[in-house]
């Protein structure tokens, strides 16, 4: 099992950037594959991007490609977002989600994830 924590959000302006972390407990987190998802007010949670659990290999949800990118280290149990070119339509609840999964597999909808962060707050004003 493990146990997920997100951090680094906050309030940012259009056009900035943002770094969110997830850092994970137990001594198995190169055996997962994780997820970021996202849910804004008033709509369904959705996918953002996915790692395998060597981190090499991602995959982005269209709307954040090219200005998203998602890494791991897994010294530090320990996966990254980091958000470029913020707007306003970025704003929502960010999570991260874990499943063991071993290869290249990435999980894009929120049913393949076992584990989940509560979640950290982002919020793009324009």
């Known amino acids: 099992q493990v146990q997920l924590v997100e951090s680094g959000g906050g309030l940012v302006q259009a056009g900035g950037s943002l770094r969110l972390s997830c850092a994970a407990s137990?001594?198995?987190?190169?055996?997962?594959?994780m997820g970021w998802f996202r849910q804004a007010p008033g709509k369904e949670r959705e996918f953002v991007a996915a790692?395998?659990?060597?981190?090499?290999?991602?995959y982005y949800a269209d709307s954040v490609k090219c200005r998203f990118t998602f890494s791991r280290d897994n010294a530090k149990n320990t996966v990254y977002l980091q958000m470029n070119s913020l707007n306003p339509v970025d704003t929502a609840v960010y999570y991260c989600a874990a499943v063991v999964a071993g290869g290249s597999w990435l999980g894009e909808y929120d049913s393949e994830y076992d584990y989940w962060g509560p979640g950290t707050q982002v919020t793009v004003s324009s």
């Open positions: 137990g001594r198995t987190f190169s055996s997962y594959a």
């Open positions: 790692i395998n659990w060597s981190g090499g290999t991602t």
